[in-house]
């Protein structure tokens, strides 16, 4: 009787098992014979379940197919690194590519940027939004003052400004220092003075 119960056991662990078997390998994208790629897969199988699946060699994606489609689709976030000395192991990278397309953390250029407005004829202003500003102070040539001092006055500053009028002006940034600069208009004085400004800070 013992047998029965044991072999009966068995049997069952055995299309356990063989269903298992089967499950998994339903989830893997066998390769196709007779072709080579682009044609067709014929390296290791594709794992199209939830499991992770790491691969040591490179990868080319839709290759010979025509390049505006859309040849990767992540549903999910995305992490890439690389062996550069500003890989992106830090905050406000910008991934920056080179004449061939080939991509690398970058250092952001954009150090600070600003968006200020005056009242009529001069009076008091305000920032309506900015980065890295702490004040905009003197209406018809506003002074850009930084929150933290820059390393050195070897930046770009591009400014953009808008007369009462609502005519785009020419800004010009000057006197440069670490720790702040001033804009001019166009028109520099009276009640056509700068409006709008806007400005954005490159490091050089």
Known sequence: MKKKIISSSLVAVGFLLGATALSALADWTAPTAGCTPPTCNTDAPLNISSSAQSKLGKLTINAGSVLDEVGLTILGKIKIGDSSAVAGT???????????????????????????SRSLNGGAGGIRSSSGISSVTNAFSPVIT????????????????????????????YGRTTTSFRVTSAIGSGSDATN???????SN
Do not use: H, R
């Not at 820059?150 to 010009?172: D, K, P």
């Not at 709008?196 to 490159?202: A, G, H, K, P």
């Open 90 to 116: 830090a905050n406000n990278k910008v991934l920056t590519s080179d004449a061939n397309g080939v991509g690398t953390w970058q250092n952001n250029p954009i150090k600070a940027w600003v968006s200020w």
């Open 146 to 173: 930084f929150t933290t001092p820059m390393a050195n006055a070897n930046y770009t500053a591009i400014c953009g400004s808008t007369a009462y009028e609502g005519a785009e002006e020419t800004a010009f940034a």
């Open 196 to 202: 709008e400004l806007d400005c954005i800070i490159l």
